[in-house]
C-alpha cells in the first residue's frame, strides 16, 4: 500500500481523501500527510468494511472477483472469467475498475508479459483486508467450525499456501474432503507440536481445555503475554489459519440462537479434539502440556438405581397416606419431610435432599404415576399403581426418555435439548472404565453442532418455535456446553447412566457405567436369573449378599449389582448408601412386598440366589411367619336388593334384567347386584308379577 500510494500524484490523493478518510475537513495539501492519513484510514477494517457497503453493485462485484484471483491481481479475461456471481460485461467490469481505482482500491496497470494487457491489481495488504471481509460476509458456520468447511471458503492460492506451510501431501485444488485428510494427517496427533511460539502452543492449550476452543477474543488475548503482535489486528486470525488450527470469527448466529459475543478464537473441531484426546490419554507428545486433569480425584460417586427406589418410596407413601398439596402442585413442608425421611438417595455435593426430591417429585409427574384429586390430594394413576410390577429396563428406560424430553420454560434448553441423546451416546462410546473429563464430551458434542447447524436446519425450527417471542432467547457456547455439563450430572448421575470421579467436593470427571452402555444401545439393562441349581454357593461377582442372622443384609458393588439392589429395596430398607450397602429385613417392609405380589417364597429364593453364605435359619422362618400375617380382604361396592320371602326373590331373579345384573346371592331373601334398576323392560316385567320397588 505505502508503495502505490506513493505513485500517486497529490490531486489523485486528495480525491482519494475524499472518500477514505473525509469527517467534514479539507484534504492536507502535502502529500506525505495525505499518505499517512490514506494509510491509517485503509489499514483499518472497520474503515474498510465501511467503504465497501457504500459502493454499488459492479464495483462490488469486480472487488469481490478480483480478489480471488492470484495475487490479487487480474486482466479483463480473468474477471470475466469467473463462473460465480451475477453476468457482467466487458465495459461494466472496465467502468467499474477505473472507479475503483480512482478511489483506491485497485492500480491500473499494463502487463508486457501479456502483450502489455490492461491489469488490474489490489495492494496485496489492502488485498486481504478487503478478502477477510468478503470472506466474513460469505462465510457460514460451517466454515468457521470446521477444516472443511475453512477449506472450501479460501481462494485457492489461500489454500496452496496452508498446504505448503504445513506439509501437507495432496493438490490444493483436490478434493475439499481430501486435501483436509492430508492437513490431518500432517499435523498428527498432537497439532500444536511445531508452534515454536510457547506462549501462543499454551493459550491454545488452554483454550481448547478450558473453553472447549471457542471463547471470546478478549478472553485469548489476556492469555498472551503483554505487547504480543498477536493481539494486534489480524495477525491472530492469520497465524491460526495458515496452520489449519482455526479462525477469528464475527459471525452473526442470532437467528440461529446463539450469541457469539463479537469477535470469537474458534479452533477447528479435528484440533479440539486431539487436544482434549491427549488429556485423557496422558501429556501430549510434545511434554510441554499439563498433567491430565482426572487421574487427580479423591473419591468416586456412583448412584446406581437409587433414583428408582426413592421413587417407588414416593409412591409407597401416597398410596398408604394422601398427601395434600398446594394449587401450584407442590407438597407442603411436613409431609416432603416425611417422604424425605423414606428417601435412600446418598446427599452428598452433587445431590442434595431438595433437589432429589424435586427429581423424583417431577419424574412421578412426567410418567403420569401421579396426579391431583378433586380435594387437592395426590393419588396413584393406573400406571402408578403397577409401577412396581415393572421390571428394571422398563422402569430405567421410562425414566430417562423422561429427561431426554425435558424443557424449561425460558426456551432456554433449544440446543441441549437436541444435544442430549448425543452426549449419552458419546459417554457410553468411550471404552468401558475409562474417565472423561467433565467438558469433555460436552465440548465435542456441541462443536460438532455448530458445525453442521445449516445441515441440521437449525435457524428454521428456531425460527419456527419463537417466531411469536418479542425478546427469543439465545445461548453463548459457554452456555451450550454448561447445559450439557449440568444435565450429565443432574440427570445422568442420578439415574446411574455414568459416575463421578470428584477431587475436594468438586466433580472433574465422568464415565458411563454398565446400565448406562446397555440402555444407551438399547440393551437390557439387567441380566436375566439364572436358576438357583445352576449357581455354586461362593465369594464371587455372581453372589454380591451376605445375610446375617440379626436381619441385616450387606450389598457388595461385586459387579452389576443394579438388579439386585433394585429387588432388594422391595422387601428390606437401606440403613446405609455407600460403596457397601447395608439394608435391614423387617416385618412391615416384608408385608408390604407381600402385598405387591412379592410371595415369601419369591424373597427367599432371590436371597439363596444371591447370597454367598446362605440365609440364616431364623431370618428365613421370621420371612415366612410375617408373610403369613398378610390377609387380604376385598372391597367392593354394590347394591344390596332384599325381598320378603325366598319365593318372591327366586321370581325377582328369573327376570333376564335382573339376572344381567346379578353379582352374588347373599342369602334366600337378600342379593347384590351391580347397580339400581332403572331399565323400564325390566320395571315392567316386575311389575307384571305385582312386584314394586319400595325404599
Known amino acids: 500500500m505505502d508503495e502505490f500510494l506513493n505513485l500517486l500524484r497529490v490531486s489523485e490523493l486528495q480525491e482519494m481523501w475524499e472518500f477514505w478518510c473525509n469527517h467534514g475537513s479539507r484534504a492536507p495539501a502535502k502529500k506525505l500527510e495525505l499518505v499517512d492519513g490514506l494509510r491509517s484510514a485503509i489499514h483499518d477494517e472497520p474503515t474498510v468494511r465501511s467503504r465497501i457497503k457504500v459502493l454499488s453493485d459492479r464495483p462490488r462485484e469486480v472487488l469481490v472477483r478480483l480478489v480471488r484471483c492470484d495475487a490479487y491481481r487480474g486482466a479483463l479475461p480473468d474477471l470475466l472469467a469467473v463462473n460465480a456471481g451475477p453476468q457482467i460485461e466487458a465495459y461494466e467490469v472496465e467502468a467499474a475498475a477505473r472507479a475503483l481505482a480512482r478511489r483506491g482500491f485497485l492500480q491500473v496497470a499494463f502487463d508486457a508479459s501479456r502483450g502489455n494487457r490492461e491489469t488490474y491489481v489490489i495492494p496485496r495488504d489492502l488485498g486481504e483486508t478487503v478478502a477477510g471481509v468478503f470472506l466474513e460476509e460469505r462465510r457460514g458456520p460451517r466454515d468457521v467450525f470446521t477444516l472443511e468447511g475453512h477449506l472450501s471458503s479460501v481462494a485457492p492460492t489461500v489454500r496452496a499456501d496452508l498446504l505448503f506451510a504445513v506439509g501437507a501431501e495432496t493438490a490444493a485444488d483436490a478434493a475439499v474432503h481430501d486435501v483436509a485428510s492430508a492437513v490431518r494427517a500432517a499435523l498428527g496427533p498432537s497439532p500444536l507440536a511445531n508452534l515454536e511460539d510457547e506462549a501462543l502452543h499454551s493459550a491454545l492449550h488452554r483454550a481448547a481445555v478450558e473453553y472447549g476452543g471457542i471463547l471470546p477474543r478478549a478472553v485469548f488475548d489476556a492469555m498472551l503475554p503483554e505487547g504480543s503482535t498477536l493481539r494486534v489486528g489480524k495477525s491472530l486470525r492469520s497465524r491460526l489459519e495458515s496452520l489449519a488450527l482455526g479462525t477469528v470469527t464475527s459471525?452473526?448466529?442470532?437467528?440461529?440462537?446463539?450469541?457469539?459475543?463479537?469477535?470469537?478464537?474458534?479452533?477447528?473441531?479435528?484440533?479440539?479434539?486431539?487436544?482434549?484426546?491427549?488429556?485423557?490419554?496422558?501429556?501430549?507428545?510434545?511434554?510441554?502440556?499439563?498433567?491430565?486433569?482426572?487421574?487427580?480425584?479423591?473419591?468416586?460417586?456412583?448412584?446406581?438405581?437409587?433414583?428408582?427406589?426413592?421413587?417407588?418410596?414416593?409412591?409407597?407413601?401416597?398410596?398408604?397416606?394422601?398427601?395434600?398439596?398446594?394449587?401450584?402442585?407442590?407438597?407442603?413442608?411436613?409431609?416432603?419431610?416425611?417422604?424425605?425421611?423414606?428417601?435412600?438417595?446418598?446427599?452428598?455435593?452433587?445431590?442434595?435432599?431438595?433437589?432429589?426430591?424435586?427429581?423424583?417429585?417431577?419424574?412421578?409427574?412426567?410418567?403420569?404415576?401421579?396426579?391431583?384429586?378433586?380435594?387437592?390430594?395426590?393419588?396413584?394413576?393406573?400406571?402408578?399403581?403397577?409401577?412396581?410390577?415393572?421390571?428394571?429396563?422398563?422402569?430405567?428406560?421410562?425414566?430417562?426418555?423422561?429427561?431426554?424430553?425435558?424443557?424449561?420454560?425460558?426456551?432456554?434448553?433449544?440446543?441441549?435439548?437436541?444435544?442430549?441423546?448425543?452426549?449419552?451416546?458419546?459417554?457410553?462410546?468411550?471404552?468401558?472404565?475409562?474417565?472423561?473429563?467433565?467438558?469433555?464430551?460436552?465440548?465435542?458434542?456441541?462443536?460438532?453442532?455448530?458445525?453442521?447447524?445449516?445441515?441440521?436446519?437449525?435457524?428454521?425450527?428456531?425460527?419456527?418455535?419463537?417466531?411469536?417471542?418479542?425478546?427469543?432467547?439465545?445461548?453463548?457456547?459457554?452456555?451450550?456446553?454448561?447445559?450439557?455439563?449440568?444435565?450429565?450430572?443432574?440427570?445422568?448421575?442420578?439415574?446411574?447412566?455414568?459416575?463421578?470421579?470428584?477431587?475436594?467436593?468438586?466433580?472433574?470427571?465422568?464415565?458411563?457405567?454398565?446400565?448406562?452402555?446397555?440402555?444407551?444401545?438399547?440393551?437390557?439393562?439387567?441380566?436375566?436369573?439364572?436358576?438357583?441349581?445352576?449357581?455354586?454357593?461362593?465369594?464371587?461377582?455372581?453372589?454380591?449378599?451376605?445375610?446375617?442372622?440379626?436381619?441385616?443384609?450387606?450389598?457388595?458393588?461385586?459387579?452389576?449389582?443394579?438388579?439386585?439392589?433394585?429387588?432388594?429395596?422391595?422387601?428390606?430398607?437401606?440403613?446405609?448408601?455407600?460403596?457397601?450397602?447395608?439394608?435391614?429385613?423387617?416385618?412391615?417392609?416384608?408385608?408390604?412386598?407381600?402385598?405387591?405380589?412379592?410371595?415369601?417364597?419369591?424373597?427367599?429364593?432371590?436371597?439363596?440366589?444371591?447370597?454367598?453364605?446362605?440365609?440364616?435359619?431364623?431370618?428365613?422362618?421370621?420371612?415366612?411367619?410375617?408373610a403369613t400375617r398378610v390377609t387380604f380382604v376385598r372391597q367392593r361396592e354394590f347394591v344390596l336388593l332384599t325381598a320378603l320371602t325366598p319365593g318372591a326373590m327366586d321370581a325377582v331373579l328369573a327376570v333376564d334384567g335382573v339376572q344381567r345384573l346379578l353379582v352374588e346371592r347373599l342369602s334366600p331373601t337378600a342379593v347384590a347386584i351391580r347397580q339400581r334398576i332403572t331399565d323400564w323392560k325390566t320395571l315392567e316385567s316386575l311389575r307384571a308379577l305385582g312386584v314394586y320397588f319400595r325404599e
Open 251 to 626: 459471525l452473526a448466529l442470532a437467528d440461529y440462537g446463539i450469541d457469539l459475543g463479537g469477535e470469537t478464537v474458534v479452533l477447528f473441531r479435528f484440533v479440539t479434539e486431539q487436544i482434549l484426546r491427549s488429556v485423557v490419554v496422558g501429556a501430549a507428545a510434545t511434554g510441554r502440556d499439563p498433567p491430565p486433569a482426572h487421574l487427580a480425584h479423591d473419591r468416586v460417586d456412583s448412584a446406581r438405581v437409587d433414583l428408582l427406589t426413592d421413587l417407588q418410596q414416593l409412591l409407597d407413601i401416597v398410596a398408604e397416606s394422601p398427601l395434600r398439596v398446594t394449587q401450584g402442585r407442590s407438597i407442603y413442608r411436613a409431609a416432603q419431610h416425611r417422604v424425605l425421611e423414606a428417601f435412600v438417595f446418598h446427599e452428598d455435593e452433587l445431590a442434595d435432599r431438595e433437589r432429589i426430591f424435586n427429581l423424583v417429585y417431577g419424574l412421578a409427574y412426567g410418567l403420569e404415576l401421579l396426579a391431583v384429586d378433586d380435594e387437592s390430594r395426590l393419588r396413584l394413576t393406573k400406571r402408578g399403581e403397577h409401577w412396581h410390577e415393572s421390571d428394571l429396563t422398563d422402569q430405567v428406560r421410562a425414566a430417562y426418555g423422561s429427561f431426554l424430553e425435558e424443557r424449561l420454560l425460558d426456551g432456554r434448553d433449544f440446543h441441549v435439548r437436541r444435544l442430549r441423546r448425543t452426549v449419552a451416546a458419546a459417554l457410553s462410546d468411550a471404552a468401558a472404565g475409562q474417565w472423561l473429563p467433565l467438558d469433555h464430551v460436552p465440548f465435542l458434542v456441541r462443536n460438532d453442532y455448530f458445525g453442521a447447524l445449516d445441515e441440521q436446519g437449525v435457524r428454521e425450527q428456531y425460527k419456527n418455535r419463537f417466531q411469536y417471542v418479542f425478546t427469543p432467547p439465545r445461548q453463548t457456547p459457554a452456555e451450550v456446553a454448561d447445559g450439557l455439563r449440568d444435565w450429565i450430572l443432574q440427570r445422568l448421575y442420578p439415574l446411574g447412566v455414568v459416575e463421578v470421579a470428584l477431587r475436594g467436593g468438586v466433580p472433574v470427571a465422568v464415565r458411563a457405567t454398565d446400565l448406562g452402555r446397555r440402555l444407551v444401545r438399547g440393551e437390557p439393562v439387567s441380566v436375566p436369573d439364572a436358576a438357583p441349581a445352576e449357581r455354586e454357593r461362593g465369594a464371587h461377582p455372581e453372589k454380591p449378599l451376605v445375610v446375617n442372622p440379626d436381619f441385616e443384609v450387606i450389598l457388595f458393588p461385586d459387579g452389576d449389582v443394579n438388579e439386585v439392589a433394585h429387588r432388594l429395596d422391595r422387601f428390606a430398607t437401606r440403613t446405609k448408601s455407600e460403596e457397601v450397602q447395608h439394608y435391614r429385613i423387617a416385618r412391615d417392609v416384608v408385608e408390604r412386598a407381600v402385598v405387591k405380589g412379592m410371595p415369601a417364597e419369591e424373597i427367599l429364593e432371590f436371597l439363596e440366589l444371591y447370597s454367598r453364605v446362605g440365609v440364616p435359619q431364623n431370618v428365613a422362618y421370621s420371612i415366612k411367619e410375617w
